[in-house]
């Protein structure tokens, strides 16, 4: 079964430190990886999209890793910034043609206080 | 650009009520999706078209639902009869399918559906 996996659920840092969330999937095949960031109230923001030949991608202070061959990616932030908390939400796109195939992590909720 | 713009933003109905969610995408972009979000489910994709022919509704949960898009800058979500278990945030994204290339999608603000 096509499954996205996020960790940790929830995660509480101070301003200025760095983190890590991590995304593991079994999509399969599999044709791209993307991060999201959705504010609370807001709808998502893709921060990047990463292809299978992909193995990091840098958006600003956001650095996204992707392993293929384990089925693991990671998001890196750097120097937290309290504008930082939001979901953080992973979501592969398997093969086949179809926009919709699509199978979303259930998301990785960042907390920074000051 | 405005972005993907939803209405209503909130809605609060009755059960047994009929609901409608409006949608207009990114001019020019050919692909728009309707997703629900819960806290229990996460996002998930209900129905998605492209050049406004519904390509995928898999997602949609049962007959009570239905989508519609009868022109490129327009799109509407129906829930008919309504329940509680459909409250939930609704998102429509759009996004500009080009061969080759991962497309972006783009979301709205989301409309909260309440139904008592």
């Known amino acids: 079964k096509n499954q996205v996996e996020q960790s940790p659920q929830s995660l509480i840092i101070l301003e200025g430190k760095n983190c890590t969330l991590q995304?593991?999937?079994?999509?399969?095949?599999?044709?791209?990886l993307r991060w999201y960031k959705q504010d609370t109230g807001r709808g998502p923001v893709s921060l990047t999209i990463?292809?299978?030949?992909?193995n990091t991608k840098s958006n600003g202070r956001y650095t996204a890793t992707l392993d293929a061959d384990t089925k693991q990616s990671s998001l890196h932030i750097t120097a937290s910034q309290l504008s930082d908390s939001a979901s953080y939400i992973c979501?592969?796109?398997?093969?086949?043609?179809?926009?919709?195939?699509?199978?979303f992590g259930k998301g990785t909720k960042l907390s920074v206080k000051p | 650009d405005a972005g993907v713009i939803q209405s209503p933003r909130h809605e609060v109905t009755e059960m047994g009520q009929e609901v409608t969610l409006r949608c207009k995408p990114i001019?020019?972009?050919?692909?728009l999706f309707w997703y629900r979000q819960t806290m229990m489910r996460g996002l998930e994709l209900l129905i998605y078209?492209?050049?406004?022919?519904?390509?995928?509704d898999s997602g949609m949960p049962e007959d009570r639902f239905s989508a519609k898009m009868p022109n490129a800058s327009f799109s509407t979500l129906k829930i008919q009869p309504s329940e509680p278990r459909d409250s939930a945030v609704y998102f429509c994204?759009?996004?500009?399918?080009?061969?080759?290339?991962?497309?972006?999608?783009?979301f709205g603000p989301g409309t909260r559906l309440t139904v008592l």
């Open positions: 078209f492209n050049n406004n022919v519904p390509i995928d």
């Open positions: 995304c593991n999937y079994t999509v399969s095949p599999f044709s791209n």
């Open positions: 994204a759009s996004s500009s399918r080009t061969s080759g290339v991962a497309d972006t999608q783009y």
């Open positions: 001019s020019g972009h050919n692909s």
């Open positions: 979501v592969v796109r398997g093969t086949g043609g179809s926009q919709g195939n699509l199978i």
């Open positions: 990463m292809t299978f030949s992909e």
